[in-house]
């Protein structure tokens, strides 16, 4: 593993640090109540999607520290993905943790309906080994889907694609120009992602082992810190117990950093050409 160079070891330090500092959501006890009334259950989501997106950067971070860059892109997307989910959900909590629900509740059937089709004697076996505790819940299961469905409506809408939730929530730019970057080159079946290993050769191409020059190698220790800061930042605005103290000041720094690679790396009007919605969160 080559040793990081200044910026991705002051990048690493802090997205560590974001690590440590936010240990409570490991074995975090999310309530089933706040005072009389029930605990909002998109809260109760959003604080399990900044807890998978720190498992995400410790990924991530594994896969660049042993030098396995293209690699960690995927961990990256997942969290850009997760933070576009979280934001969206916490922009009309009431409509779109519906919407979210209703769409679960159909890939739910249509994975049962599937192995129904594909194996119906295992399906059969299935559904009546099923435990006294099992049916219990899967009969409230079955209120909560005839309430949702009350709710929403019989022309119900459907869920939103990511691209429009990111549209949503004033990330449109990012997900344009980060991540459907990292779609192709990371975890789809892409040609991109098949021409990063590929080199011209007198006779040919050249499958290489590492990526070529073609790969743009993103920050990874700094894009992870950041996605992972706004995951805390906005959970713990809905959650005091999860208010994290140290958050603000690795917040500033990790800000800082960005500014400073911005400068470095683009014109000196930057912050002229970029949307205002990028030049807000920065």
């Given at each position: 593993?080559?040793?990081?160079g200044?910026?991705?070891?002051?990048?690493?330090?802090?997205?560590?640090?974001?690590?440590?500092?936010?240990?409570?959501?490991?074995?975090?006890?999310?309530?089933?109540?706040?005072?009389?009334?029930r605990f909002?259950?998109?809260?109760?989501?959003?604080?399990?999607?900044?807890?998978?997106?720190?498992?995400?950067?410790?990924?991530?971070?594994?896969?660049?520290?042993?030098?396995?860059?293209?690699?960690a892109?995927?961990?990256?997307?997942?969290?850009?993905?997760?933070?576009?989910?979280?934001?969206?959900?916490?922009?009309?909590?009431?409509?779109n943790?519906?919407?979210?629900?209703?769409?679960?509740?159909?890939?739910?059937?249509?994975?049962?309906?599937?192995?129904?089709?594909?194996?119906?004697?295992?399906?059969?076996?299935?559904?009546?080994?099923?435990?006294?505790?099992?049916?219990?819940?899967?009969?409230?299961?079955?209120?909560?889907?005839?309430?949702?469905?009350?709710?929403?409506?019989?022309?119900?809408?459907?869920?939103?694609?990511?691209?429009?939730?990111?549209?949503?929530?004033?990330?449109?730019?990012?997900?344009?120009?980060?991540?459907?970057?990292?779609?192709?080159?990371?975890p789809?079946?892409?040609?991109?992602?098949?021409?990063?290993?590929?080199?011209?050769?007198p006779?040919?191409?050249?499958?290489?082992?590492?990526?070529?020059?073609q790969?743009?190698?993103?920050?990874?220790?700094?894009?992870?810190?950041?996605?992972?800061?706004?995951?805390?930042?906005k959970?713990?605005?809905?959650?005091?117990?999860?208010?994290?103290?140290?958050?603000?000041?690795?917040?500033?720094?990790i800000?800082?950093?960005?500014?400073?690679?911005?400068?470095?790396?683009?014109?000196?009007?930057?912050?002229?050409?970029?949307?205002?919605?990028?030049?807000?969160?920065?």
């Amino acid at each position: 593993m080559a040793e990081p160079g200044e910026e991705d070891a002051k990048a690493r330090s802090l997205g560590l640090a974001l690590l440590d500092t936010s240990r409570i959501y490991e074995g975090f006890v999310i309530p089933s109540f706040e005072g009389d009334l029930r605990f909002p259950p998109h809260r109760r989501a959003i604080i399990g999607l900044a807890g998978r997106q720190r498992r995400f950067l410790r990924a991530a971070y594994t896969l660049a520290d042993a030098g396995q860059v293209l690699e960690a892109v995927g961990p990256l997307r997942s969290m850009l993905e997760f933070l576009v989910r979280q934001l969206w959900l916490a922009h009309d909590p009431d409509r779109n943790w519906a919407l979210w629900m209703a769409k679960e509740h159909v890939a739910a059937d249509l994975r049962q309906e599937k192995i129904r089709q594909q194996a119906p004697a295992l399906h059969d076996a299935a559904v009546a080994s099923r435990t006294p505790e099992q049916r219990k819940e899967g009969e409230a299961v079955a209120a909560g889907r005839t309430q949702l469905a009350a709710e929403l409506g019989n022309g119900r809408p459907g869920m939103p694609s990511l691209e429009q939730q990111a549209r949503d929530v004033g990330l449109s730019f990012l997900y344009d120009g980060l991540y459907r970057y990292q779609s192709n080159a990371g975890p789809h079946p892409t040609m991109l992602a098949v021409d990063l290993l590929l080199e011209k050769h007198p006779e040919g191409l050249v499958l290489r082992g590492e990526p070529t020059a073609q790969f743009v190698a993103p920050p990874v220790y700094l894009h992870g810190a950041w996605l992972l800061y706004e995951a805390l930042k906005k959970s713990g605005e809905l959650t005091p117990a999860l208010n994290l103290r140290e958050l603000p000041s690795l917040g500033r720094d990790i800000e800082a950093l960005v500014k400073e690679r911005a400068t470095a790396r683009m014109p000196p009007n930057w912050r002229e050409l970029l949307p205002h919605e990028v030049v807000d969160q920065i």
